[in-house]
């Protein structure tokens, strides 16, 4: 039974990865999955956060947020309700840890690259969009840092990819848009490396709880839809 | 003497304007000027702001913001600060002042258009270049009001549109980049209707008072520019 | 291989529920984990959020803090800093989440009960113990709602209860305390019912990704500590 | 005639002191008066405030909370309202200047012993318990700084203990408990040291003014509640 | 022995009360106490807080600020510091109660005063004479609200003010300025009424503690001072 | 045809410009034009904001606010609402940027003056009439850095001063009162140095579009009202 958009369940969106959209960031990427669009850059500061002081290891953070109208109704700004709001929190925070396990504090050396995950059109798996596109922003930002002559050897170690899975409608599902997502009772995110382990699963049964087996078929749809992802990454920044 | 982009001291930059650009929003426009590009969303929400409950009219607002890297340094976002910065309330009280000028309110009805300008891309001119856009974008909201019945008739009366002059190097120009902006003199941003009429001056000497002749000719310089903006308006608009 | 406190690979620390800790509450707990110590309060409120506006179901929340000396070096407050941090955020997220899927929110009807949790005393798995005291409060106080007569049955409708994982030196371990929390390459919490299945997991490897393998031993030994801790809330709720 | 708790005018309620309470802080105290429950912890930082830079001097200051179900009604968070409430200010204002009363701030040396005061259970007095229990927290770290041979002699110079006296129903009390204090004419908290004196008194006759004779009645009542609640501190502090 | 003004210790500094300073105002006061310049504004609202909502009864609320350059050194207003200085919201919540103690809400019936304390000029005893200064600027509001027949009969029932005593050098003193307050070694703010009743005590020792004769000594001196600002009030009112 | 207070369409209110308004403030004076009244004081720091460390430079800001009932209806203060409001923001830095033209950073050495405009009383002209005070307490605390040998030379380089005009039931006016400017179709705000140019032109049309022949009438009233304000100024420092 094909998807509401026509796809398999074991199929992922298109996916469009466009290098150096925004002029002054030292990396920058518009991905496309789908409907869902998120700008990354990739931000070089030459200072570290206070707990990195003289740790002789650079820093990668994120910070993660929707334009007010990247969704159907239009969302208050967070300055205006002056409280960042606790799912970009938990966003964000995934977003540099999943990052982070792949670059080599100690190489980047003391300074801090910051990866901006702005979504101008939300349609689901916005967060995995910004993990797949703010690796290869910060790839670029990495190469830029490389070529100037500021760093002596690439910190990247490998690859990282995210992407999500659910089940709906008792079926399990690849990479759900935001109508799947909705009515998910099984929502899962995965982050996984290119060497095909995990570095972050996020499994969440709000509306049913789910069994062993049933997880197990999902982080194998999820892997199939990483390695395709992780390809995609490797072409784009050839 | 041609400018650093090669343009005459009265060219306006390359001028493209992209509609429907936001799938979810009622009216949606990328703007670029030159090199920076600014998406300009209309939301549309049935409710007023409590100073016009019961009135009979609606009422038309607007919010600015950068994306952290939109411009050479990064900054950090409000919320971070828990501050809503200046320069962008200074912004989006100008973008609110200009666009309610071309609209009948009473002809809108009890409900609100809220422009939000995020500037994804800055080289000079991002507020000017949010009233051009934004008006495209509030344009297509109450086409889209009409022709869901909503409203009887088209609210927007007129055409709003605004560039910005400026004396550099002791020679006016029109439409500055970032970098004639930041070394100006003086520095004027004009929006006019499409009645050859002001809207708004907003003439800043920091560097050097300026006299009544060169405020002369920078507003035929203006007036030049944003005849232009609004035939660009008008042929998007088609 | 005994672990640093005597205990076994497989092992729980010893946990102690006491129910009616503050005397205002409709229900309250302090439970100890361990050196984790948590006061879960459930208080009611006869109105819901907006979003269950005239729905005819109530809702569960939760609010996570830790008092500032809780942990071996004092944290400002939140207040001091005008934000809610973004780890509190998202356990009490996780909290909210986790008691609502064993909740009937029609049966109980258009009100809210907030399931606050403050920790006294940090040494691990505080958010997961969070989640099995703060089950116990919110049972208590639905009982108090039933014999009041407000509601006509309970609507819990199962058991709840999180523990954490990991693996440190190499070893999987269940429910970490706080030193070998900070050492562990892999970390999982994760929240299951008493259907043995899972309705909640987030595992982490920041130090190291991790195979399937090791998350299958992970989830064998979160089951076996689930099914004790549900054992010690139903000899609690006698 | 008797009050509802059995007491007589001149009696305080139960009170006990139980040290070592939380196990990271340098002092900790559970004091429990009446049903008024208050942890207070003392955490030594080895850095002044501003103010007190290069002085030589240390600083003792206090913060003070309730848990968001310390009372009747749940009281929302201050994070929540992104504002310190009035009431707790005053209080933890006076918590530090009476404590600061009784420290020698130049044996302290350079650094800075906050005092935390959180309310786990509220019947009325929670102020003056927070600084008769914040006395013995407070003196349990600087023994510790003494005994860790970082301060030479002890800074504290005496004792310092608090009640709360009013006028409810026409009769003078020594520590209103809650019912009391909500229906109290007259509402006053009298802070002394060992040598009998005052250090801070704070009389408010919110519904009925008072005579001085009247002042005079509640102040020798305060000071018998004073007196015995510094033999319970030296007993305490054993 | 003279003090630094001249002044005897038991010598109020010169009074000068103006009213109807702001022409905006219901009541409007400047008070004049030596150097110290406060404008007291009294705002009608024909609302009620929430928690006297259909209590047929009205309220008085105080606002309390300081000009940037009320003070020797210039202070960082509120709102640049995104929070409420401890200080200031412990003074107007003493000016709130002080007023309301002789207000007959019930006469007042369903409507707010708040009256609006900015300190211009500081030198000492500012929160004494906001409420002095505050007490006319309510009457005229009140006597206003009578005027208008808004009010059957005035809902003031007494008269109260304030001022400060303390003992500096040993010596008690009435009405302390600026510099004989930071050198105080005891400080005290006494409000009371026409009847020669106390309305609030408040009395601090931070430098040194104090016996109950020293009390008794500040509290005839404060009586003396109160009954002559009363009789000033007196004749501003006239 | 006269105006509403008598005034011609070209005059003036009567401007009255008290010097040393306020003990404590390196500069100070109250200003008023008609029945608006604004405190401004001008503060001397010997620190500079951080980007203009090192420079050898000193800074000029401004900051504005308005007393709660400087006007009609009572204002909420913005510590109240967390938030600076917008126009107070924008009318802040209209007087930075001001003054800052008209004095030398070099002279005036690393050290910032903060020219605070508080509004006790408002008619119409706040901003306008905070610059041409604020010019005033600028140069009497440059006097006392010279007179104190701090600086060597004065660093103000000329007069600035500042007037409203605008469009009235379609008449041109000089200085709008708050009646006239709230029904106003133009209004603008002009800043003017001692040679007869501009600094800053703040002309909006919100009810109606204007003309280059309306703008130059208005720039012509609005020069000559500057050169008036310039002579009060000059008079009032004699």
Redesign the interface.
Known sequence: MLRQDGRTHSQLRPVKITRNY????EG?VLIEVG?TKV?C?A?V?ERTPPFKKDSGEGWITA?Y?M??????V?NQ???SK???N??A??I??LIG?SL??IVDLKLLGERTI?I?C?V???DGGTRTASITGGYVALVDACRKLRDNGLIAKMPVTGFVAATSVGVAAGQELLDLCYTEDSSAEVDMNVV??D??????????????????SQ?DLL?ILAQKGIEQLIQIQKKALE
Chains 1, 2, 3, 4, 5, 6 share one sequence.
């Open positions: 925004i002029k002054h960031a920058s409907d700008i850059t931000s500061e910070e947020s334009l007010p109208r990247a969704t159907g239009r700004r967070d300055i002056l409280k960042l606790g799912r929190q938990e964000q925070r840890r982070r396990t910051t901006d702005d101008i059109q939300a996984m490396s060497k095909a382990e995990f570095i972050e699963i996020q499994a969440t049964g709000e509306k049913s709880s789910f069994g062993k997880l982080l």
